[in-house]
């Protein structure tokens, strides 16, 4: 017999910014107006709006909702990422890049990079970078679609976008709302629990209203008006693995046009430049334990490749997450959720991973406690793999100019990524984690950027009779001249998608 679902009727979204849209927009195109969805934002109550910079899960989610990339971008200020630079991670004065797409193209059983490496010691190949098309375009300021056709050296890269979160969030509003979806303007002054289960009935608003709801989506950020401060959830704290805990961000005049982010490394943090059409945004990511505020400021500014557009403002963060994402009949998405420091671009990915998650363990009014374990469960795993690859660019690192670097190369790891590391180390082999965001191209980067070099090569190459040199030389070829064939960055966004 298949028991009758008791649908929930009533959402309530409690703070709008990028989470909020892009929960509401997702929400109102999978329900179809089936139930009421209502969003609680105030204009007074500012964003973080430093998440410009986003990988390439962010195209399936907007494909989903059946938004038109060209007109996205352009409502955006958006432009196009291939990657993200490293530089004076590894070592100062060393660069690495990691690539949205493989490295080379799979010729042999055995994975290219054990190839490369045997041919790189003994002097018959180029740097790793070399062989990634999304870096042989990136570095000359191309970019077009991948090509559809696998047979096409061009198919082997992925992309995602530079944009402005605040614009992101203006589209995704009005997205919505021509879903039905209901904005509040105004702040929430307390939350009405139910007596004897603990959910939230309600908010209450600083006008009096009563905005009742069966589910719960708090987008409150750092705050946690719903999962913390109503349910009291916890928090796990990851500081003592990832110390950063406030930035500086700051605009600047737009400069050079690279279709990609770049990260450069200092002596108690690091710094991002991210290129938009009408600017470029700017923050320097540091450890105040390290080094003062003021003078994290002063590293800023003196390091912007191009004029500042304002003066900086200060954000304050805590790495972690919260105990539960998912209690009772709430359900915290974005920084509500927890916060992973922005080195590798996760923040909106986050909000999509988390409203995904949502979407496939839908809930009924019964709220069955294992759908939200599960939930819990998989959100854990999935956080806890991002959170161990940020570490992995920590403890890499072979500078001494500085505490912060000195602290990371030594401190004690989670024995999953010490697992990682060592198997790596010894034999080049890239161990996957359950639910892994990043995949092996992604590792591979950072190990090998940041001289995790293996001891050895994988003993099935020793088997194999492959001219690997050759074929080496042919990848290398092909994409030097695959890249000539693509337009620049700044001519592709004049053509396609100009603000």
């Known amino acids: 017999m298949v028991l009758k679902s008791d649908p929930i009727d009533r959402i309530v979204i409690v703070g709008g910014g990028t989470a909020g849209w892009m929960t509401a927009a997702a929400l109102s195109n999978q329900l179809q107006a089936n139930a009421t969805i209502t969003l609680i934002e105030s204009e007074e109550i500012g964003t973080v709006g430093v998440g410009e910079a986003t990988i390439p899960p962010i195209r399936q989610f907007n494909q989903l909702l059946g938004i038109d990339e060209n007109e996205f971008v352009r409502a955006c200020q ?117 007596p004897d289960t603990g959910f939230v009935n309600a908010v209450i608003m600083e006008s009096g209203e009563l905005v009742q709801g069966d589910l719960f989506i708090d987008c409150s950020g750092f705050r946690g008006l719903l999962i913390e401060q109503a349910l009291q959830t916890g928090y796990e704290d990851w500081s003592h693995w990832l110390p950063c805990d406030r930035a500086w961000a700051v605009p600047s005049a737009r400069g050079e046009f690279t279709p990609y982010t770049r990260s450069t490394a200092h002596q108690a943090g690091w710094q991002w430049r991210i290129p938009l059409q009408n600017r470029a945004g700017n923050g320097h990511v540091f450890c105040s334990a390290f080094m003062d505020e003021n003078r994290a400021a002063d590293v800023l500014m003196d390091n912007l490749s191009d004029s500042a557009l304002d003066s900086p403002r200060l954000l304050k963060f805590q790495t972690g997450r919260r105990r539960k994402f998912w209690n009772k009949n709430v359900v915290a998405i974005g920084l509500a959720s927890g916060f992973l420091e922005p080195l590798e671009s996760t923040s909106i990915h986050l909000i999509q991973s988390g409203i995904a998650k949502l979407l496939a363990l839908f809930p009924d009014k019964s709220f069955d406690e294992s759908t939200s374990d599960e939930y819990n469960r998989v959100a854990a795993i999935e956080m806890e793999n991002i959170r161990d690859f940020i570490l992995l660019h920590y403890c890499l690192n072979r500078r001494q100019d500085g505490e912060l670097w000195r602290y990371c190369s030594n401190m004690p790891l989670p024995d999953r990524l010490s697992h990682r590391i060592h198997q790596f180390r010894k034999f080049g082999r890239l161990v996957p984690g359950e639910k892994d965001l990043f995949g092996d191209a992604s590792w591979l980067a950072v190990h090998i950027g940041q001289f995790n070099w293996p001891e050895r090569v994988d003993p099935l190459a020793s088997f194999r009779k492959t001219n690997y040199v050759e074929w080496l030389r042919r990848i290398r070829t092909a994409m030097e001249t695959g890249a000539a064939q693509l337009p620049t960055h700044q001519e592709y966004v004049a053509r396609f998608c100009a603000a």
């Open 78 to 194: 958006g432009s196009f990422k291939l990657g993200i630079e490293f530089v004076n991670w590894g070592d100062n004065g060393q660069r690495y890049f990691h690539p949205f797409g493989p490295f080379g193209k799979a010729f042999d059983t055995v994975s290219l990079h054990h190839y490369w490496y045997a041919a790189y010691e003994s002097g018959q190949a180029d740097p790793l970078d070399d062989y990634s098309m999304a870096w042989v375009a990136a570095k000359s300021g191309k970019f077009a679609p991948p090509e559809r056709d696998p047979r096409n050296i061009l198919s082997t890269f992925d992309y995602a976008y530079h944009f402005d979160a605040g614009l992101y969030a203006r589209f995704l509003r009005a997205y919505s709302e021509q879903r039905s979806v209901k904005r509040i303007e105004g702040k929430v002054s307390t939350t009405s629990l139910h």
